[in-house]
T-cell receptor, first 112, second 114 residues
Framework: QKEVEQNSGPLSVPEGAIASLNCTYS??????FFWYRQYSGKSPELIMF????GDKEDGRFTAQLNKASQYVSLLIRDSQPSDSATYLC????????????FGTGTQLKVEL | DAGVTQSPTHLIKTRGQHVTLRCSPI?????VSWYQQVLGQGPQFIFQ???????GRGNFPDRFSARQFPNYSSELNVNALLLGDSALYLC?????????????FGDGTRLSIL
């Protein structure tokens, strides 16, 4: 079992729709959860981070965390073509310092 | 403010050579972490440095080493390069080293081994 799992996609959504990206993790002691966006040929860019169970909203983005189910998701409302990218889920374990364990990423395509 | 800066942006080496990659963190950030990203995969943790001390090491061979300087900049060294070392090398900085602050990545160094 991979430590952090994501569906590689591609996930295709029409412009203006809600894109839902999911991530599961295996270490129940994980404490911090991050979503990065990576355009092709570029480096990862931090989108959201969440530490506590529940929802965290920032503009069009909402991160959802359910520690009991070991599940974290990212919702993108009113999806735009510029949102087309690979979204990386990253998890930090307890006592792991700054070490982040990444999933392989989900490719999102927002179609006109 | 400048973000995380890495140099060089691209590098081509041959098998057996060594390479030094450099990173300057965001001003005020004291922790630097290094990651390797192979095409089609997520970044993989190599090292973390905080206050010039190694605070974490990933599953990489001893050919990989790093250090952090008093100004919090960092170098990643890779000896005896192999074809499999071809990847994007990413540096990330954060304010502290306890994992409670988000990490921000530089643009990376793309290393190609011939």
């Amino acid at each position: 079992q991979k430590e952090v799992e994501q569906n590689s996609g591609p996930l295709s959504v029409p412009e203006g729709a809600i894109a839902s990206l999911n991530c599961t993790y295996s270490d129940r002691g994980s404490q911090s959860f991050f979503w990065y966006r990576q355009y092709s040929g570029k480096s990862p860019e931090l989108i959201m981070f969440i530490y506590s169970n529940g929802d965290k909203e920032d503009g069009r983005f909402t991160a959802q965390l359910n520690k009991a189910s070991q599940y974290v998701s990212l919702l993108i409302r009113d999806s735009q073509p510029s949102d087309s990218a690979t979204y990386l889920c990253a998890v930090r374990a307890a006592g792991g310092g700054n070490k982040l364990t990444f999933g392989t990423g989900t490719q999102l395509k927002v179609e006109l | 403010d400048a973000g995380v800066t890495q140099s060089p942006t691209h590098l081509i080496k041959t098998r057996g050579q060594h390479v030094t990659l450099r990173c300057s963190p965001i001003s005020g950030h004291k922790s630097v972490s290094w990651y390797q990203q192979v095409l089609g995969q997520g970044p993989q943790f190599i090292f973390q440095y905080y206050e010039k001390e190694e605070r974490g090491r990933g599953n990489f061979p001893d050919r990989f080493s790093a250090r952090q300087f008093p100004n919090y900049s960092s170098e990643l060294n890779v000896n005896a390069l192999l074809l499999g070392d071809s990847a994007l090398y990413l540096c990330a900085s954060s304010l502290l080293g306890d994992g409670n602050q988000p990490q921000h990545f530089g643009d990376g160094t793309r290393l190609s081994i011939l």
